[in-house]
């Protein structure tokens, strides 16, 4: 029987496993977000949240990967974006062991917040653009911002994905430049995160994570985009909540 940070788990829960990764690959593919968050809370019902967190690091590498491959040619918008990706690693370096000195009911919350926070930027759907001079110090602060919230829960995506819809960034800049945050957050991330067990069930997840992908990608061409999207968002805000009242000890 595996032993993932310190909870025995045996053939039914590396199927739970599995399909946790399968979900998470659908979604992604459907929605061109949301490995860490669909995979993080619910593998938080099997695992301790920094495990969690550790098995998410290769299936967001890989899944952001193939989209930065994808988008390669917009790369160029890295000379814009360049204050972000120098302090979002440097911080991280630093933050990355918070995920493992906080107590599990502060865990559960930051998670649970983020998503929340998440969803209602989502459906909010515009955001104020950013003026010339602002540029620069706001993506360094968002790099700074998001390097010690992805250290503490894994999620790096806040508040940097605002301030790229906030620079109005092209979609392809914009997917670019997401994929490419997510691979160098989850890269420093998992240098303090996976360990010896962790890693060999992240890279068993890839499997699970990019069947999942596949089937995702092809709902996303049969399905309207509004639709998949508020069944997502409805399923992240109940996750939230979830994470929330367990936060709370409800």
Same mark, same amino acid.
């Given at each position: 029987?595996?032993?993932?940070?310190?909870?025995?788990?045996?053939?039914?829960?590396?199927?739970?496993?599995?399909?946790?990764?399968?979900?998470?690959?659908?979604?992604?593919?459907?929605?061109?977000?949301?490995?860490?968050?669909?995979?993080?809370?619910?593998?938080?019902?099997?695992?301790?949240?920094?495990?969690?967190?550790?098995?998410?690091?290769?299936?967001?590498?890989?899944?952001?990967?193939?989209?930065?491959?994808?988008?390669?040619?917009?790369?160029?918008?890295?000379?814009?974006?360049?204050?972000?990706?120098?302090?979002?690693?440097?911080? #991280? /370096?630093? =933050?990355?062991? &918070?995920?493992? %000195?906080? @107590?599990?009911? *502060?865990?559960? $919350?930051?998670?649970?917040?983020?998503?929340?926070?998440?969803?209602?930027?989502?459906?909010?759907?515009?955001?104020?653009?950013?003026?010339?001079?602002?540029?620069?110090?706001?993506?360094?602060?968002?790099?700074?911002?998001?390097?010690?919230?992805?250290?503490?829960?894994?999620?790096?995506?806040?508040?940097?994905?605002?301030?790229?819809?906030?620079?109005?960034?092209?979609?392809?800049?914009?997917?670019?430049?997401?994929?490419?945050?997510?691979?160098?957050?989850?890269?420093?991330?998992?240098?303090? #995160? /996976?360990? =010896?067990?962790? &890693?060999?069930? %992240?890279? @068993?997840?890839? *499997?699970?994570? $990019?069947?999942?992908?596949?089937?995702?990608?092809?709902?996303?061409?049969?399905?309207?985009?509004?639709?998949?999207?508020?069944?997502?968002?409805?399923?992240?805000?109940?996750?939230?909540?979830?994470?929330?009242?367990?936060?709370?000890?409800?």
């Amino acid at each position: 029987m595996l032993e993932l940070g310190g909870v025995p788990v045996g053939v039914e829960g590396a199927a739970a496993i599995a399909a946790i990764f399968l979900l998470a690959g659908l979604v992604k593919g459907a929605a061109a977000f949301g490995v860490p968050l669909v995979a993080v809370p619910l593998l938080a019902q099997i695992v301790p949240v920094p495990t969690a967190a550790a098995l998410s690091v290769l299936p967001i590498i890989v899944s952001n990967l193939v989209q930065a491959v994808q988008t390669r040619r917009a790369a160029g918008v890295l000379k814009t974006l360049w204050p972000l990706f120098v302090v979002l690693p440097i911080t #991280l /370096l630093v =933050s990355v062991r &918070l995920i493992e %000195s906080l @107590a599990a009911a *502060v865990l559960f $919350l930051l998670i649970g917040g983020l998503i929340e926070l998440f969803v209602l930027l989502q459906l909010a759907g515009r955001v104020p653009p950013v003026p010339d001079r602002a540029r620069t110090p706001l993506l360094a602060l968002s790099g700074l911002v998001s390097g010690i919230l992805g250290g503490a829960t894994s999620f790096f995506a806040f508040p940097s994905l605002q301030v790229f819809l906030a620079l109005r960034l092209a979609p392809i800049e914009f997917v670019f430049a997401t994929s490419t945050m997510l691979v160098l957050g989850a890269g420093f991330a998992g240098l303090g #995160l /996976l360990r =010896s067990a962790e &890693l060999a069930v %992240s890279m @068993a997840s890839l *499997v699970p994570l $990019l069947v999942g992908l596949q089937i995702g990608q092809a709902l996303a061409r049969r399905l309207s985009t509004t639709a998949f999207r508020g069944i997502v968002l409805a399923l992240m805000a109940l996750m939230g909540a979830a994470m929330i009242g367990r936060g709370l000890g409800l």
